[in-house]
């Protein structure tokens, strides 16, 4: 007897309920991680994304990602580099930008801190074929275009909104 097939509807929303526990656990590793120094929320999102892009960003990337203006991206900056978590470094493309950049020590820091997950993530992504993990990562990439995209229209329509406080 063949199968009714499922509505479109139910796996999208169990697709959806799977990347929340995804996005939370990913937040909760970067959070466990940097929580091995001595940072406030703000500057371990700022640290895991600069090691999330292999130790190095410029700060109009940084900004772009955690969504602050660019005067509190710079005084993260500030504040990362005068705990010794990066440094500044002049863009060689650009000369009107810099590079943030986690020292290597830091770096090493955060890859020996990640090196269980990622050894134990990789094992279980290995048992799938490289076709599955084609889709997979075609799947993620351009949901995460999608998701930034509508969130950056968000925040811009939301900037010409009033902000209401809670009674």
């Known amino acids: 007897m063949k199968r009714k097939a499922e509505p479109i509807t139910n796996i999208i929303e169990r697709i959806v309920i799977a990347l929340r526990g995804v996005g939370e656990q990913v937040a909760l590793t970067g959070e466990m991680v940097t929580s091995n120094f001595a940072l406030q929320r703000t500057e371990r999102a700022g640290l895991d994304f600069l090691y999330s892009r292999g130790g190095a ?4 990337e940084l900004s772009k990602a955690t969504g602050l203006t660019t005067g509190s991206t710079t005084a993260l900056i500030d504040r990362l ?4 978590y990066a440094v500044r470094e002049p863009d060689p493309n650009d000369r009107r930008k810099q590079i943030v950049r986690i020292p290597k020590s830091v770096l090493a820091d955060c890859e020996a801190a990640y090196a269980p997950v990622r ?6 992504w290995s048992s ?15 949901s995460t275009q999608l998701h930034g995209e509508c969130l950056r229209r968000s925040r811009t329509s939301a900037s010409g909104t009033s902000k209401r406080g809670r009674a």
């Open 81 to 84: 580099v005068e705990g010794g």
């Open 57 to 60: 960003c410029t700060a109009g």
């Open 119 to 124: 050894a134990e993530m990789f094992r279980f």
């Open 128 to 142: 799938y074929s490289v076709k599955d993990l084609e889709i997979v990562e075609d799947f993620l990439t351009r």
